[in-house]
């Protein structure tokens, strides 16, 4: 069975752009869930989705957004990029329900670089 | 608001020996459960062990058990024989059973395993 995939692995931007991460899930798994890492701040809880609907969202700005598509697939978008979200972006996917509950499924994350 | 706090930054351990890494957590939550994850370098997050909040037994995998203490708030991540392929960053998580799959994390140990 696939892993979580992510795209791109790498990108820069420069201040004020936007840019667009892509996660497709492991095949099953309806729950997509976006952390922001970070060597200061560590891993922080951007947004989760279910069934195309966010059901949790984690204190970032409104400049971040997220979506999910019926297949599952998740992308998640910040605007007015600023040198403060230069991170990892990790996407991980989950069964999300009884026995499976909170165990994530990582992608290998995109390393976004703002210039 | 849960917190997870990982009071020690970086540990290391000789090979075959045994580690303790520490972790604490502050919720008014009764249901809920507890993770280790383990990042190694430039690969992806995985899973090491899943304790139940409810359940008084502590969780074992293989060479990785934990020490759950409900009452102190307190969730201990036991390596016995340690392996080069130890060596990576290992987070203390939490997710509260109605929290849907906001997971929290600890700000992580560095543990390095010498050989």
């Known amino acids: 069975k696939a892993g979580v995939t992510q795209t791109p692995r790498y990108l820069i931007k420069t201040r004020g752009q936007q840019v667009t991460l892509s996660c497709s899930p492991i095949?099953?798994?309806?729950?997509v869930s976006w952390y922001q890492q970070t060597p200061g701040q560590g891993l922080q809880f951007l947004f989760e989705y279910f069934s195309e609907t966010q059901r949790n969202k984690g204190n970032f700005p409104g400049r971040f957004s997220g979506r999910q598509f019926s297949n599952s697939r998740s992308e998640m978008n910040v605007s007015t990029l600023e040198l403060g979200d230069s991170a990892l972006y990790l996407c991980?996917?989950?069964?999300?329900?009884?026995?499976?509950?909170?165990?994530?499924?990582f992608g290998e994350g995109s390393r976004l670089t703002v210039l | 608001a849960q917190t997870v706090t990982q009071s020690q930054p970086e540990m290391s351990v000789q090979e075959a020996e045994t580690v303790t890494l520490s972790c604490t957590y502050d919720t008014s939550e009764n249901n809920y459960y507890l993770f280790w994850y383990k990042q190694p370098p430039s690969r992806q997050m995985i899973l090491v062990i899943r304790q139940e909040a409810y359940k008084q037994q502590n969780a074992t995998e293989n060479r990785f058990s934990v020490n759950f203490q409900k009452a102190a708030k307190s969730f201990s991540l036991k390596i016995s024989d340690s392996q080069l392929g130890d060596t990576a960053m290992y987070f203390c998580a939490f997710l509260d059973s109605g929290g849907y799959q906001k997971v929290t994390f600890g700000t992580g140990t560095k543990l390095q395993v010498i050989p």
């Open positions: 095949s099953g798994h309806r729950s």
């Open positions: 991980a996917s989950s069964l999300a329900s009884g026995r499976a509950a909170g165990e994530l499924f």
